[in-house]
């Protein structure tokens, strides 16, 4: 078995491969190529919890497991909020072949998947990001973003000021010729936006229909349980929705699973994956001023894809420790 660290991630998983890398298995999954039970989250006390989320692939060949700590306050001690482990097994002897960190690799990979759908919906011209959350998420995402269009304006909100201030001095310092401002107001910062990412971990809505503008493409990342929702009710009636992986979408999405039992949609009112948008069976935005809305729920395809990069490209290059049983 091959270990690999947190610096090995980091190394050998660039946002730039990572995205092809998901691109990629996104048009797997929605080809029937992926065996994906849901994610099962296993209380350990307060506010955190154990995910559990394994599954196969097709191409590439391979089969795992990832199992994560969901810890919302580890960054005010300077910790990811998701610590754990991706384990992959080989497919031909059953062999657990490789064990790597899976805090930075989930982070990366759903940026990545972010940027998938935002090279796929938001205009081809956007230029200004609107990234709702300070965290880890937020980082990863402004990366992403700049991955795949030609982003020249960042509006950063946060909860607290001086995280804010924070993140948008540190985005600043790193991408040279970004326009960087801040604030702690969301209905102010979304506009004029054309993309806009919500990367928290609320339990309530922190971004509004009533605020949206025409043409503009959001990425709804943070929520990933049924008991938060990122966005309301009526952000979802005005856009035009799409996602990774239909199960999760229809029983993870704490806003889709609250308005399909209350009547006010169907499943219907979904387009479609987005592996169907990429692999041209279904359509992605039809009119410049459609409101899209990606909304992630991270799903094990991502990972165990991503996962397999890394682990090719460390034997090829040499890096982690191998350990043998």
Known sequence: MKILSNADIAALLPMTEAIE????????????????????????GGKNMMG????????????????????????????????GAVVLFEPETGGAVAMMDAGLLTAIRTAAASAVASRALARTGASRLTLIGTGEQAE?????????????????????????ADFARHAAERFAGLTVTHGTDARDGVRGADIVCTVTSSATPVLMGAWLE???????????????????????????????????????????????????????????EIGEVLAGEAPGRQLPDEITIYRSLGITAQDLAVAQHVLTRAKADGRGQDVTF
Not at 29 to 44: C, D, K, M, N
Not at 256 to 262: G, N, P, S
């Open 21 to 44: 890398v998901v691109d990629g298995v996104m048009r797997v999954v929605s080809a029937g190529g992926a065996q994906l039970p849901l994610r099962h989250a296993v209380p350990v």
């Open 52 to 83: 559990v989320m394994s599954g196969a692939l097709e191409l590439p060949h391979c089969y795992g497991v990832k199992l994560v700590s969901l810890f919302p306050d580890n960054p005010a001690r300077g910790l990811s909020g998701h610590r």
């Open 140 to 164: 990863h995402h402004l990366e992403a973003m700049l991955a795949v269009r030609p982003i020249r304006a960042l509006h950063v909100v946060g909860r607290r000021a001086d995280k804010a």
């Open 214 to 272: 025409e043409g503009q493409h959001l990425n709804v990342v943070g929520a990933s349980l049924p008991s938060k929702r990122e966005i309301d009710d009526a952000a979802v009636l005005r856009a035009t929705v799409f996602t990774d992986y239909r199960p999760s979408f229809f029983a993870q999405a704490g806003e889709i699973v609250d308005m399909i039992e209350a009547g006010t949609i169907d499943q219907t009112h979904l387009r479609a």
